[in-house]
């Protein structure tokens, strides 16, 4: 059964820590006692024997022996191999809970769409849930030790009112090797949906294809389980970890003795608990023991999932949205909001809530009376990014306003035209002739002169366009000068 604990910590209060600590189903002290009572017989058991057993120069060799051991323990990564392996077990955990289907959904969807008042009606409503809910049974037994005992055969399913006889050995008489049969009952879900759109029990296509989709649903999350179960963490990785935790401690047991000799560390007191061996045991071996708990949250353990609770809770639940309380709704009444001088109601010893409201909702930076001057900013007026208190290297602004320089093959046309390249143009003509993309920050405020037949400007600059097409005849001469003499 899984350990409730919310109500502890319900507040943070300065006894919620001895709250948690005297827990003792599913605590840590429960997990750690068993292991920590056989490491602490091992530890005097070389402990006496070392001091009683041993002579002298054992004495010496067992000193050496414990002093390299503990010296070299820090080459065991067992922290860092813990921690991920906790991590990718507590992240299936977590998947395998959100995942954990319950039947409200499916049978809210029925009861909706199978809106009948007839006796057929209603025994096709209770049939599908049962199938939904049979289905889960049927896998929980393959998956949960705990369904196993309480249903070790199909008879136990059919005596406690999942399964009719008949149906069962129709479930029987269903080969599908390789394979399991637990699609047998939602399949018998759907015909049924499928039979009751036929009739008219279910009117619109829409209707039906959203009971379909919600049977299917519950169908992929019991998947989901199946796939979790069957294919775990690769088992490699389990092993090196535990194995990695287990072997750290029984070198603990040498290398943490307390020596007589004169090779012991200066600040070496001979104490007769090793109290701070033992508080690594529990902190170690307890975070390990979390691991072994979450690697099968279907298990037997105090915080396995109450798999057998939840095969009750969605079989009476089912039955009772789709049969017990079909169609069914209180008579209305104008209810007690619709005062328009209600005020929320509390008890005297509730805890008044607190209002929600922004951060910056009660800054008052003017009062309602000021008058405030607003002023109209120009886009293209406005400082650059780099120029507002940056430390950063600042980078030239650029206008909002059209370019209208453009470069064709050979020369440098008017600024009306569009802006073209010609790849096949030299590289030695693209250096020379290429022009800024953007003005500069001393143009950004200027206005665009009106450009003659031969002449445009452009910042400070007047260009020539006979000046750009002579200019681009040199530069592919010279170009093709330099490749003639290459």
């Given at each position: 059964?899984?350990?409730?604990?919310?109500?502890?910590?319900?507040?943070?209060?300065?006894?919620?820590f001895?709250?948690?600590?005297?827990?003792?189903?599913?605590?840590?002290w429960?997990?750690?006692?068993?292991?920590?009572?056989?490491?602490?017989?091992?530890?005097?058991?070389?402990?006496?024997?070392?001091?009683?057993?041993?002579?002298?120069?054992?004495?010496?060799?067992?000193?050496?022996?414990?002093?390299?051991?503990?010296?070299?323990?820090k080459?065991?990564?067992?922290?860092?191999?813990?921690?991920?392996?906790?991590?990718?077990?507590?992240?299936?955990?977590?998947?395998?809970?959100?995942?954990?289907?319950?039947?409200?959904?499916?049978?809210?969807?029925?009861?909706?769409?199978?809106p009948?008042?007839?006796?057929?009606?209603?025994?096709?409503?209770?049939?599908?849930?049962?199938?939904?809910?049979?289905?889960?049974?049927?896998?929980?037994?393959?998956?949960?030790m705990?369904?196993?005992?309480?249903?070790p055969?199909?008879?136990?399913?059919?005596?406690a009112?999942?399964?009719?006889?008949?149906?069962?050995?129709?479930l029987?008489?269903?080969?599908?090797?390789?394979?399991?049969?637990?699609?047998?009952?939602?399949?018998?879900?759907?015909?049924?949906?499928?039979?009751?759109?036929?009739?008219?029990?279910?009117d619109?296509?829409?209707?039906?294809?959203?009971?379909?989709?919600?049977?299917?649903?519950?169908?992929?999350?019991?998947?989901?389980?199946?796939?979790?179960?069957?294919?775990?963490?690769?088992?490699?990785?389990?092993?090196?970890?535990?194995?990695?935790?287990?072997?750290?401690?029984?070198?603990?047991?040498?290398?943490?003795?307390?020596?007589?000799?004169?090779?012991?560390s200066?600040?070496?007191?001979?104490?007769?608990?090793?109290?701070?061996?033992?508080?690594?045991?529990?902190?170690?071996?307890?975070?390990?023991k979390?691991?072994?708990?979450?690697?099968n949250?279907?298990g037997?353990?105090?915080?396995?999932?109450?798999?057998?609770w939840?095969?009750?809770?969605?079989?009476?639940?089912?039955?009772?949205?789709?049969?017990?309380?079909?169609?069914?709704?209180?008579?209305?009444?104008?209810?007690?909001?619709?005062?328009?001088?209600?005020?929320?109601?509390?008890?005297?010893?509730?805890?008044?809530?607190?209002?929600?409201?922004?951060?910056?909702?009660?800054?008052?930076?003017?009062?309602?009376?000021?008058?405030?001057?607003?002023?109209?900013?120009n886009?293209?007026?406005?400082?650059?990014?780099?120029?507002?208190?940056?430390?950063?290297?600042?980078?030239?602004?650029?206008?909002?306003?059209?370019?209208?320089?453009?470069?064709?093959?050979?020369?440098?046309?008017?600024?009306?035209?569009?802006?073209?390249?010609?790849?096949?143009m030299?590289?030695?003509m693209?250096?020379?002739?290429?022009q800024?993309?953007?003005?500069?920050?001393?143009?950004?405020?200027?206005?665009?002169?009106?450009?003659?037949?031969?002449?445009f400007?452009?910042?400070?600059?007047?260009?020539?366009?006979?000046?750009?097409?002579?200019?681009?005849?040199?530069s592919?001469?010279?170009?093709?000068?330099?490749?003639?003499?290459?």
């Amino acid at each position: 059964m899984t350990v409730n604990y919310q109500l502890d910590v319900s507040s943070g209060n300065p006894l919620l820590f001895l709250k948690l600590l005297s827990r003792w189903r599913g605590s840590i002290w429960k997990s750690v006692a068993g292991d920590l009572a056989v490491w602490l017989v091992f530890f005097y058991a070389v402990h006496f024997t070392y001091l009683y057993v041993l002579p002298k120069d054992w004495q010496l060799i067992f000193d050496k022996i414990s002093i390299h051991m503990d010296d070299r323990m820090k080459y065991l990564p067992l922290t860092f191999m813990l921690g991920f392996f906790v991590t990718t077990v507590f992240e299936r955990w977590r998947s395998a809970l959100n995942v954990m289907p319950f039947i409200e959904s499916v049978a809210l969807s029925v009861a909706v769409l199978l809106p009948g008042k007839g006796e057929e009606d209603r025994l096709t409503r209770r049939a599908i849930v049962r199938y939904v809910v049979l289905h889960q049974v049927l896998v929980f037994r393959d998956i949960s030790m705990r369904v196993r005992r309480r249903f070790p055969t199909l008879q136990y399913v059919v005596d406690a009112g999942f399964m009719e006889p008949e149906e069962r050995d129709e479930l029987e008489a269903v080969c599908c090797n390789p394979g399991q049969n637990y699609w047998v009952p939602i399949n018998w879900a759907n015909s049924l949906a499928l039979d009751a759109h036929q009739r008219k029990l279910i009117d619109q296509p829409t209707a039906f294809n959203n009971l379909i989709l919600a049977i299917k649903e519950f169908r992929v999350s019991m998947e989901t389980l199946i796939k979790f179960d069957s294919i775990p963490i690769p088992i490699a990785y389990p092993q090196v970890v535990f194995l990695a935790v287990r072997v750290y401690f029984t070198i603990c047991i040498v290398s943490r003795q307390f020596l007589i000799s004169d090779l012991k560390s200066k600040t070496q007191m001979d104490w007769p608990v090793p109290i701070m061996s033992i508080l690594e045991f529990i902190f170690v071996i307890g975070w390990m023991k979390v691991a072994e708990v979450l690697l099968n949250p279907l298990g037997e353990d105090d915080d396995d999932f109450e798999v057998n609770w939840i095969i009750d809770k969605n079989i009476s639940t089912g039955m009772a949205i789709v049969d017990n309380t079909h169609g069914y709704h209180p008579n209305l009444v104008n209810d007690k909001f619709a005062d328009p001088d209600y005020l929320p109601a509390y008890s005297e010893k509730s805890q008044l809530p607190r209002t929600l409201t922004g951060s910056a909702a009660k800054v008052e930076l003017a009062s309602p009376d000021d008058a405030v001057k607003i002023v109209r900013v120009n886009p293209e007026d406005a400082p650059p990014t780099s120029e507002r208190g940056s430390i950063f290297t600042k980078r030239n602004a650029f206008s909002l306003r059209n370019r209208t320089i453009s470069i064709s093959s050979n020369n440098i046309e008017s600024p009306s035209q569009e802006r073209k390249f010609n790849l096949s143009m030299p590289a030695t003509m693209l250096s020379k002739s290429k022009q800024p993309d953007r003005p500069g920050l001393e143009t950004l405020n200027e206005e665009n002169e009106p450009a003659s037949n031969n002449h445009f400007r452009r910042g400070d600059r007047i260009y020539s366009s006979d000046s750009g097409k002579s200019k681009g005849r040199q530069s592919s001469e010279e170009s093709e000068k330099g490749k003639n003499q290459v």
